[in-house]
Structures are given as structure tokens and as C-alpha cells.
T-cell receptor
Framework: AQSVTQPDIHITVSEGASLELRCNYS??????LFWYVQSPGQGLQLLLK??????LVQGIKGFEAEFKRSQSSFNLRKPSVHWSDAAEYFC??????????FGKGTRLSVIA | SAVISQKPSRDICQRGTSLTIQCQVD?????MFWYRQQPGQSLTLIAT?????????ESGFVIDKFPISRPNLTFSTLTVSNMSPEDSSIYLC??????????????FGPGTRLLVL
């Protein structure tokens, strides 16, 4: 069965520090992988996606993610976090034309 | 990317009543989905709204409780029937939109925040 694990429920980082949010997936076929962000009181916004090709994908707001098939991981990174990045981050897996399976999310807090 | 709107954006309802949530997309899409996000939780798929046929429900969700309509390729409704406080959640509409090489990406509406008293 398809599943997504986000091991960290809550992460706190200082503004300007680097960030890495972990995501591990279980999927029977070649996965499509996504990261979404949900700001307080808002809907979900797509940050980036991986379908094939280059395993390092760039997204909006300075985020990037790296697909590592051997580790079944798709970790999200940002070199320097801004206070406005405080939000809930969801990793998801799918395979085109099927609904996504979401992880439980990681809440990011940013401190001065 | 598709632009998705939902109505209402939020509502407070009494138990035992029903609420219909509308989802409108600015372009024709094949796949539309309804998700539920309970407080502090991740997203759970309720059903896939199929144009011209009955919705396909996930385990734990039934048509009598969550009837869905999909009259055309740009619109869908989800009704939360006979509500109880446990139905208090954010309800999100989502669509699949093909991109390059038929790679599809799901986009989400802003959500409907429902509180049942």
C-alpha cells in the first residue's frame, strides 16, 4: 500500500538557518512526489514536484527537494529560512490520474 | 495552474443539519477530489467526483453521509449530511491538471472551514 511518513511532527528553526524536512514514502511503482505548504488559515499551495529526470528539483520560495530512490526519500530543503516560512508542510505521493496520499505533515516554527 | 474557488469559505452549523460545499474550477478538468482535514491532522481523501457517474468513495466514507454531484467538468458539490461535531473539519476540493508529458499535478482550493455545534 502507498504511504508517506514525515517523521518530524514539529520543527523549530532560527530565522536565517537552514532547513531540512524529511519525507519517506512507500510506493509500488515509480512515484510522483510532491511537497505542499499550508499557511495558517489557508489552503494548500504546491511548492515543488518530482516526476522523473533530475533528482534535485527546485520549487517556489527558494525550496528544493532531492529524490533518493535508494532511501525512498524526498526531503525538502531551504538554505535560509524566513519568518514567513512558518507553516505546515505536507509531503505527498501519487502516480498520475490517481489521488494523492499525504503524510501527516510537519509544522515549522521560525524564531528570531 | 487551475484556479479553484470554494463556497462557503467557512460556516458554523447546528448538529443534525446539512451543508453543501461548492467547488468551481476555471478550466475543464477530468479528475476532481474531495478531502477532509480534521483539526491538526493531515488530508484524508473522501471521494473522487466523476463527471456523469457516481462518485467513488474511499473506505470509511459513504454516499448517504457525503453525497457528491459533478454535473460538468468545472463544478462539483459535496454535502455533509446530518452533521455532528465530529464533522468539524476543513473540506478541500482538488483537481488534477495535466502538464508536460501528461504528468498530472493536483491543485487545491482554499478549503471550507466547518464547525458543527
Amino acid at each position: 500500500a502507498q504511504s508517506v511518513t514525515q517523521p518530524d511532527i514539529h520543527i523549530t528553526v532560527s530565522e536565517g538557518a537552514s532547513l531540512e524536512l524529511r519525507c519517506n514514502y512507500s510506493y509500488g511503482a515509480t512515484p510522483y512526489l510532491f511537497w505542499y505548504v499550508q499557511s495558517p488559515g489557508q489552503g494548500l499551495q504546491l511548492l515543488l514536484k518530482y516526476f522523473s529526470g533530475d533528482t534535485l528539483v527546485q520549487g517556489i520560495k527558494g525550496f528544493e527537494a532531492e529524490f533518493k530512490r535508494s532511501q525512498s526519500s524526498f526531503n525538502l530543503r531551504k538554505p535560509s529560512v524566513h519568518w514567513s516560512d512558518a507553516a505546515e508542510y505536507f509531503c505527498a505521493v501519487g502516480a498520475g490520474n490517481t489521488p494523492l496520499v499525504f503524510g501527516k505533515g510537519t509544522r515549522l516554527s521560525v524564531i528570531a | 495552474s487551475a484556479v479553484i474557488s470554494q463556497k462557503p469559505s467557512r460556516d458554523i452549523c447546528q448538529r443534525g443539519t446539512s451543508l453543501t460545499i461548492q467547488c468551481q474550477v476555471d478550466s475543464q478538468v477530468t479528475m476532481m477530489f474531495w478531502y477532509r482535514q480534521q483539526p491538526g491532522q493531515s488530508l484524508t481523501l473522501i471521494a473522487t467526483a466523476n463527471q456523469g457517474s457516481e462518485a467513488t468513495y474511499e473506505s470509511g466514507f459513504v454516499i448517504d453521509k457525503f453525497p457528491i454531484s459533478r454535473p460538468n467538468l468545472t463544478f462539483s458539490t459535496l454535502t455533509v449530511s446530518n452533521m455532528s461535531p465530529e464533522d468539524s473539519s476543513i473540506y478541500l476540493c482538488s483537481v488534477d491538471q495535466p502538464g508536460l508529458a501528461l504528468q498530472e499535478t493536483q491543485y487545491f482550493g482554499p478549503g471550507t472551514r466547518l464547525l458543527v455545534l
